[in-house]
């Protein structure tokens, strides 16, 4: 079945520090891959999203670039702030195969900002 | 456009009582998805409806159950409450998935349930 196997934290950078968080999937279809991200005492917010290879998504500063050959989704970002202290989850939907419409979640990443 | 409103925030509950659980999604999305965040366990897919009827369904035991109303709106009910129930419960909606491929779903705030 499909899996996401994402980076595990948690992960404390000092602020304008470069971020990456390694996100791997597992997938028998033509996945779409999503970042959410998860504020405290929150629900989850879509951050960015790609539906096919070599797609990249990006919002906020972050980026990811779906790469098929290596079944890779890795979120980036240049320089961050505190206020992007959360909980990072990577996740895939097979949105082509008609009945799986659900999305499979890695574990999240908690990530920490220091001013 | 106001986004995917859940109800209530918080709830406790002890052992086998039942519970509901409702959510609104977009306003012109059709489809509603449930997940339970678990301390420990993740994000699990529960339930997913689309126009009124149980599309996709996840590992879990049939005392998890829900319904979608005609004004797209759902509720998740949870009978014979067991203290590994207690978690975060996330409702979303999407636009129709059979109509518009590759759409996002998005998710509302949240119930979080106490089971003592």
Redesign the interface.
Known sequence: GDSVTQMEGPVTLSEEAFLTINCTYTATGYPSLFWYVQYPGEGLQLLLKATKADDKGSNKGFEATYRKETTSFHLEKGSVQVSDSAVYFCALSDQRNFGNEKLTFGTGTRLTIIP | EAG?T?SPTHLIKTRGQQVTLRCSPISGHT?V?W?QQALGL??Q?LL?Y?EGEE??R?NFPPRFSGRQFPNYSSELNVNALELEDSALY?C?S?ED??LY??????????TRLSIL
């Open positions: 995917v859940q489809s998805y997940y993740g994000l897919f997913w689309d599309r996709n996840g996330l979303a999407s998935p059979f491929s590759n759409q996002p779903q998005h998710f509302g705030d949240g």
